[in-house]
């Protein structure tokens, strides 16, 4: 990373941006617009616009048209994918203007966000782009006087809401193989991080993917989000972001047209540390940035260490020096390792957290206060609370910020219980040189990922998604590939 080129970039002026619907930039219906507030700073940025639900009823019924002319769905296989990994080009040779841009959004270190960003959406949108004509139908081993054939079909309009914690890896997560098989989709960033989103769908039309195949609709989740939620003319909704709103997707969709409803929800998972863990240091090290880096505003954030009372003061302490050895600060700065909170909402709402928690008689070791506040951005110093009970408010809800709680364990099955008395179950991790306590913990920590001796750091191989209200379906891998597509059966007689 060059930080001239990145102070370059951040002194550019941002030009106001509007929605982007059948290939056009178009105003909110009635002319409003939303502040872009920058969290490096609390300055406003820019602005995006305030969209209505007649906004987003024109941005379905484009999406639908689209999707009806065949002008994506139609194309040979060879040349959707020639359009996707043009794209994917495009997003990767502007990737430091977009990591730049992003930052400036919704404050994510640079470092990361420029990985985990368009690195990653880049990636994502090449793997479906590649997957895409190797995906076969079926013939069913039916007597011989029927052919039963299984078609895979795309199932029409996708719609797509995005959180603005990592906009742009997981807007690829959703729009790769919604895309890759010839969906058109109406994709709803998150009101704090939508400027990205919008320079991929501009991007996207400059790879050569028709007007009106991907619609961005900008503006607040309880009225864009819900006229996309309450469409009777969307297929399935797609949506990654707090529990409470994908609840609500499930009443609209239960209220309207009974739509497909894909959640990727929060998480409070566990990392359980033993005292056989193999390097001990390291493991503090990887604890510290598995809920410390983008200010813990990971939804798979190891936000609760759980560790074995033998050594719990011990690892604590490691893990208070290696939080304290991370620079907090200016996220465009190159060596800086854990930038703003997103809003001034969220800041608050960690801080209460923090509150509560000693208010129940948890112990702050470091941090729970805000941070650098002279320049008028929103950070806060990480935050380890100990003592946490299994039952208490900082053990049972997602902070979404950068503040870890600490709990002790005696036995495997007392890990185990803390781990899963939660109503979440996203990830976890066992930190452990036993190989069958490894995978005990890998069957009964109940969680869509588990890691062992790592935290974090998976690929697009893989799926990514919760069990309990952590959410149902999963990104990435081949495995995605299943929400975006119907299943049709041809019952032939010979
Ligand atoms: P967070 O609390 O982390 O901001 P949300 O679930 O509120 O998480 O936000 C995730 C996404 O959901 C954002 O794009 C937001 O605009 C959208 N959203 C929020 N409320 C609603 C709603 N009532 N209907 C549809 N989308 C919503």
Not at 108 to 124: D, H, V, Y
Not at 158 to 180: E, R, T, Y
Not at 295 to 315: K, Y
Not at 465 to 476: P, T
């Amino acid at each position: 990373m060059d930080q001239g080129k990145i102070d370059i970039l951040r002194a550019r002026p941002v030009p106001a941006f509007s929605h982007l619907i059948e290939g056009q930039h178009v105003a909110a219906s009635d002319g409003a617009t939303l502040d872009v507030v920058s969290p490096i700073d609390g300055q406003v940025l820019t602005t995006v616009a305030r969209g209505t639900a007649a906004d987003m009823d024109t941005a379905i019924a484009s999406a639908r048209a689209a999707f009806e002319d065949r002008r994506w769905a139609g194309q040979p296989p060879a040349a959707r994918k020639k359009v996707l990994m043009k794209w994917a080009d495009l997003i990767e040779a502007n990737a430091l203007e977009l990591a730049v841009l992003g930052v400036r959004d919704n404050g994510t270190e640079i470092g990361m966000a420029l990985k985990a960003e368009p690195g990653s959406a880049a990636a994502t949108i090449r793997y479906y782009a590649e997957a895409l004509d190797k995906i076969y139908g079926e013939i069913a081993p039916t007597a011989g006087d029927i052919l039963g054939l299984i078609h895979k079909e795309p199932v029409g309009v996708v719609g797509a809401i995005v959180p603005w914690n990592f906009p742009m890896m997981i807007g690829a997560w959703k729009l790769g193989p919604a895309l890759a098989m010839g969906n058109s989709v109406v994709l709803k960033p998150a009101e704090t991080a939508s400027l990205t989103l919008l320079r991929l769908a501009e991007l996207a039309l400059e790879a050569g993917l028709p007007p009106g195949v991907l619609n961005v609709v900008t503006g607040e989740g309880a009225v864009v989000g819900q006229a996309l939620g309450l469409s009777m003319d969307v297929d399935v909704l797609v949506f990654t972001g707090s529990g409470a709103t994908g609840r609500r997707l499930m009443e609209y969709a239960a209220r309207s047209n009974m739509k497909r409803v894909y959640l990727e929800l929060g998480g409070k998972s566990p990392n359980i540390v033993f005292a056989d863990a193999p390097d001990l240091a390291e493991a503090a090290k990887v604890s510290a940035a598995g809920i410390f880096r983008n200010a813990g505003q990971v939804c798979v954030a190891g936000s609760r260490l759980l560790v074995e009372a033998a050594i719990h003061d011990e690892f604590v302490a490691e893990v208070a020096k290696a939080a304290q050895a991370m620079r907090v600060g200016d996220p465009l700065q190159v060596d800086t390792q854990i930038g703003a909170v997103n809003s001034d909402v969220q800041l608050a709402q960690n801080l209460r957290f923090v509150d509560t928690a000693q208010a129940e008689g948890g112990q702050v070791v470091i941090g729970g206060h805000r941070i650098l506040a002279e320049t008028g951005g929103y950070y806060m110093a990480p935050t380890i609370v100990t003592g946490v009970t299994p039952d208490a408010t900082l053990a049972q809800n997602e902070v979404f910020g950068p503040v870890l709680a600490v709990t002790p364990f005696a036995t495997d099955d007392e890990a185990v219980r803390i781990a899963n008395a939660t109503v979440y179950g996203l990830a976890g991790a066992v930190w452990t040189s036993t190989l069958g306590r490894a995978h005990r913990m890998i069957r009964d920590v109940r969680t869509g990922v588990m890691h062992v001796n790592t935290y974090g750091g998976a690929d697009g191989t893989v799926p990514l998604g919760g069990v309990g209200q952590s959410g149902n379906g999963s990104d990435k891998s081949l495995h995605a590939i299943d929400k975006y597509i119907n299943l049709k059966t041809a019952w032939i007689k010979l």
